[in-house]
């Protein structure tokens, strides 16, 4: 057991990281509420909140989503209830977890255990892997089971007899776990196939028996790859289902006298191909790994901070280096599951993405790993001293960015941690008694699936009333409402005029000098954590006679 | 507004022992330095403004990445480090302008790095021919494809 101590160790500090105030770190995200009452509604009722009888595929807020972290979390459920940490759960486990999978797995491949312990160690505390194995994501429970599987396919061909046995588990789960791992699975394991081949032909008689395991354990979902949620899916995420608009078309077109130039240069296929190398390579860019992350998105970012360290830029290099240097054979496999796992972010719409590239942190983390015993070799012991010194205050910066600095920047909106939701729940539930219907503004997406969460709505209820409302087909629609309440668009200049209602939104939508004392109530505010006002909550009251509202009310 | 940054991020107690102007000044600078090897400027579109870039190709053809690449592991495996070095330096003017992906100050590192394309490329003459035609094609492509951008649909 004492070989193990220090693997012990790391662990616990990946445990800690990612436990810490799991259930408040952030708010809840629409996606978590979608997963936590949905696993909910399945642990009550059997079917999704749409009333569908155990199904591979949920529907939710007009998304689809994968089954496996959803039913994972219907017995965390069953014992915690339905909260914030017990949504969370699997993601920070298994992302725990992740760091002693990888250990052995390096270990394996290199039969270094000091490499072993560096690269669990820079996972346990990467800032990417803990920002989708702290919060909600299904992309935290998939990537377990994907290194999973990755793990059994080495043991595999080293001759362990269950090793393809764990492999069919891990690609089977990873695949009913997440929808980029539909198009990575297949092809890491093509590329292990190809990697292992003499191995595999040395021990046929498991890897047959790991084969049929898989496709057992796959069929069920082959139906739902060909459905049509699966193509929406597809349609709105990726870039298959870009449609450029009319009017560059147009442009082009008019410019381009000739047609062959037309195809030549600018046809979709060749245009979206080429935007799919580009974002390819961003994944790749300084930018993205060490210095801005996915700025742009709250929800996969950390002020001030690629999803790297900075002091993983120079590791990585040296252990690039390092590595194409070495005459190990094993060195390809890395590379190659470095190259492939951007595959699936590279054909989606966004510029980069963290969370579809997140296969990329075990190969990346080895590299940095290899990267800095290769300096530990070479330096002295003042200089040790200080990069254990930078180790330390980067990984303190990074927390201080995570817990401090980052928060604010995503309270509102709907790519965002969707704050100040729990609060008006909580806040309208003496309304849902008296009084007329209480209409609630979508403008920061998805409330009606935070109102059934927080209010733990009864699901046979809710599915009875389920009902999806989408403006247009690449929008993802919203739940139109349930007993009193009504999901959708607040227009004051219209709804102000309504009698004994009440209307919960942001202040754009319930601008202050609009609510005339007579004509509504203010019932109260909600607040996000620092201190903006998120909610507005008003009541319209019959105000006196004339005026504006007499005669809209006369065209309602 | 950096100054009013730090002061906003300082007024967080914990956060004072990180956030200073050397930090702050130093990552910035940091982020422009490593800005010339993002590929998306350096293939894709170049500098942001439009008067400099065509903003549909970058400042060297991305055909030219598997030689560069080529270029750099012979030399380094040849224990040469002086192009390194030097392309390492050249990096640092572009640095330090406020601009984000400046063009005109990075024109000596394109110098460089096409000096690596081509000792990468006459390394695949050599070694694999197949290799080397195909990216040449790519090459022309991308060459043609600027051009007919350039005189077409370019508008600054």
């Known amino acids: 057991m004492k070989k193990y101590l220090v693997l012990a160790v790391i662990f616990i500090v990946a445990l800690t990281l990612r ?125 377990f089971f994907t290194l999973l599987g990755i793990y059994g396919f080495i043991r595999g061909a080293g001759g362990a007899k269950w090793g393809y046995i764990l492999t069919a588990l891990g690609f089977s789960a990873s695949i009913y776990g997440y929808f980029a791992q539909r198009l990575f699975v297949p092809l890491i394991v093509l590329f292990l196939l190809f990697f292992y081949r003499r191995e595999i032909v040395k021990t046929k008689k498991s890897f047959l028996t790991g084969l049929i395991i898989g496709i057992i354990l796959i069929a069920p979902i082959v139906p739902s790859l060909m459905s049509g949620g699966h193509e929406e899916k597809i349609l709105k995420t990726t870039i298959f289902g870009y449609q450029r608009s009319a009017e560059y078309l147009n442009l082009i077109t008019g410019e381009d006298n000739s047609k062959i130039l037309y195809y030549l240069f600018h046809s979709g296929i060749f245009e979206n191909s080429w935007t799919a190398l580009n974002h390819y390579l961003n994944h790749f860019s300084p930018s993205f790994l060490f210095f801005e992350g996915v700025a742009g998105d709250p929800r996969q970012f950390v002020y001030r901070m690629g999803v790297m360290y900075l002091f993983d830029l120079p590791l990585i290099l040296i252990g690039l280096y390092s590595l194409l240097k070495s005459k190990k054979k094993i060195k390809y496999l890395i590379l190659g599951w470095l190259l492939l796992a951007p595959i699936p972010a590279a054909i989606t719409k966004d510029q980069v993405s963290a969370r579809r590239s997140f296969d990329m942190v075990y190969p990346i983390l080895i590299l940095s790993a290899y990267g800095a015993l290769a300096v530990w070799q070479r330096i002295g012991k003042s200089l040790k001293v200080a990069l254990i010194g930078v180790l330390i205050y980067s990984v303190i910066f990074y927390l201080v960015s995570f817990y401090v600095f980052t928060p604010p920047l995503g309270y509102k909106g709907p790519a965002g941690w969707s704050c100040g939701y729990k609060e008006l729940v909580s806040f309208m539930q003496p309304f849902k008694t008296g009084g007329g219907e209480i209409i609630v503004d979508t403008s920061y997406q998805g409330p009606y699936i935070f109102f059934l969460f927080f209010e733990r709505y009864d699901p046979a209820g809710y599915q009875k009333q389920a009902r999806l409302v989408q403006e247009n087909p690449n929008s993802l629609g919203e739940g139109a409402g349930y007993d009193k309440y009504s999901f959708r668009p607040i227009y004051w200049p219209r709804d102000r005029c309504s009698l004994d209602r009440i209307f919960a939104g942001p202040p754009e939508r319930l601008p202050e000098g609009d609510l005339k004392s007579g004509e509504v109530e203010i019932l109260g505010r909600v607040y996000f954590p620092d201190g903006e006002e998120a909610f507005r909550v008003v009541k319209t009251v019959l105000g006196p006679p004339g005026g504006y509202c007499e005669k809209i009310r006369a065209t309602i | 507004m950096i100054t009013y940054e730090i002061n906003t991020e300082r007024s967080l107690l914990p956060a004072r022992m990180f956030v200073n102007k050397v930090s702050y000044y130093s990552l910035e600078v940091l982020k422009r330095y490593f800005e010339t090897f993002d590929p998306q400027y350096l293939f894709f579109t170049g500098d942001l403004d439009i008067t400099k870039s065509t903003r549909t190709s970058g400042p060297i053809y991305l055909a030219m990445l598997p030689l560069i690449l080529a270029g750099v592991y012979s030399f380094l495996s040849a224990g040469k480090i002086r192009p390194l070095v030097l392309l390492a330096i050249l990096s640092i003017p572009p640095s330090l302008i406020e601009v984000h992906y400046e063009t005109i100050s990075r024109i000596p590192v394109f110098l460089v790095l096409s000096y690596f394309a081509a000792c990468g490329l006459t390394k695949l003459v050599k070694t694999k021919r197949t290799w080397a035609v195909l990216l040449l094609i790519l090459f022309l492509f991308e060459f043609s494809r600027f051009v007919h951008n350039l005189l077409i649909h370019y508008h600054p």
């Not at chain 1, 949504?87 to 394996?108: D, Q």
């Open chain 1, 19 to 143: 436990f810490y105030n799991l259930g408040g770190f952030r708010c809840l995200n629409w996606d978590e509420a979608s997963f936590g009452y949905n696993a909910y509604s399945v642990l009550k009722t059997g079917a999704d909140e749409y009333g569908i009888h155990l199904p591979l595929q949920f529907k939710s807020v007009g998304d689809y989503k994968a089954p496996l972290y959803i039913y994972l979390t219907v017995p965390v459920i069953k014992v915690l209830g339905l909260t914030e940490f017990s949504v969370r759960f699997w993601p920070a486990l298994l992302g725990s977890l992740s760091v002693i999978v990888l250990f052995f797995m390096v270990k394996e491949l290199f039969n270094d255990r000091r490499l072993a312990l560096l690269s669990s160690f820079f996972l346990a505390v990467s800032p990417w892997h803990i920002q989708f194995t702290k919060a909600g994501a299904d992309v935290g429970v998939a990537a």
